[in-house]
């Protein structure tokens, strides 16, 4: 412990001052970026609590931070080179995911390189965390919500079939005698699916220690997303047939839609608490 303090008392703070401006100039058109992703796309506004909960995560390993044996890696180093030539492929490219999330591997070189491997590991969880915070590529979004729409929309088609309402699917679009709905990518599920999966992680290291309840409630967010999702397009198509088209837009549209991610939450957070009842 002599000489972790003495490590500490050495410690170039002027260096780690430097270290965090330098990572601010060449991140200061990244970042802002991607915050304003979060700020103007619906599909990403979870990532305003990302760094919070990350920090929490830090927070409950504090007692364990102080305690640890400091010991340098300059395996780090590699690290910290590795994350900035994933940032200039990045940048080359013009592809903003690689981009932001080269600050992540960032950040884990340079806790390596100052405080070593018992460090990173503690801080592991914080720093993994953050990927959540980072918009997927345009390509990948696409990919996902294409195949999600179509699920989403034959499901509720055959809900609708077995409810005695009369409907047609071609597509993505559901048509009714009176009116035509279509299932867009904001209905598809993936909107809610990302924030869902990103709250279920939180959830399986706040409040389980087995690696398998914490899988089951990570997975679990997948279907939860969906059938709920599923459940939003087969209530308006009911209330489509019967009152029109207005009530999938506007106010009723948007309401629908928090409810539904409402109803989404507490299922996870129920499911969590029967986790937690269920082996030791």
């Not at 640890?68 to 590795?82: C, D, E, K, V």
Request: proline share 5%; glycine share 6%; with cysteine.
């Amino acid at each position: 412990m002599d000489s972790e303090q003495r490590y500490l008392e050495n410690f170039p703070k002027v260096h780690a001052l430097l270290a965090i401006v330098a990572i601010g100039v060449v991140y200061m058109n990244i970042i802002p970026g991607m915050v304003a992703d979060w700020y103007d796309d619906p599909n990403y506004s979870h990532g305003f609590l990302v760094p919070l909960i990350a920090g929490y995560f830090l927070m409950q390993n504090w007692p364990a931070l102080k305690s640890s044996p400091l010991r340098p890696s300059n395996a780090g180093l590699l690290l910290i080179i590795g994350s900035l030539v994933l940032l200039l492929l990045g940048y080359v490219g013009t592809e903003y995911f690689t981009m932001r999330s080269s600050l992540v591997f960032l950040l884990a070189g340079i806790v390596l390189y100052w405080f070593g491997w018992a460090i990173l590991r503690l801080t592991s969880l914080s720093i993994a965390f953050l990927i959540f915070m980072v918009p997927l590529p345009y390509i990948v979004y696409d990919a996902l919500a294409f195949p999600l729409k179509l699920l989403v929309t034959k499901a509720s088609v055959a809900a609708l079939v077995l409810l005695s309402v009369p409907v047609v699917r071609e597509g993505n679009i559901i048509m009714f005698p009176q009116t035509v709905l279509e299932v867009a990518d904001a209905c598809s599920g993936l909107r809610s699916l990302m924030s869902l999966v990103t709250l279920a992680v939180a959830l399986a290291f706040l409040n389980h220690k087995t690696a398998l309840k914490r899988t089951i409630l990570i997975c679990s967010a997948v279907p939860v997303a969906i059938v709920t999702n599923m459940f939003r397009v087969i209530t308006t198509g009911v209330l489509a047939n019967q009152y029109g088209s207005a009530v999938a837009e506007g106010f009723f549209h948007e309401f629908a839609g928090f409810a539904v991610f409402a109803l989404a939450m507490v299922i996870l957070f129920g499911e969590s608490a029967l986790l937690k009842k269920v082996g030791r």
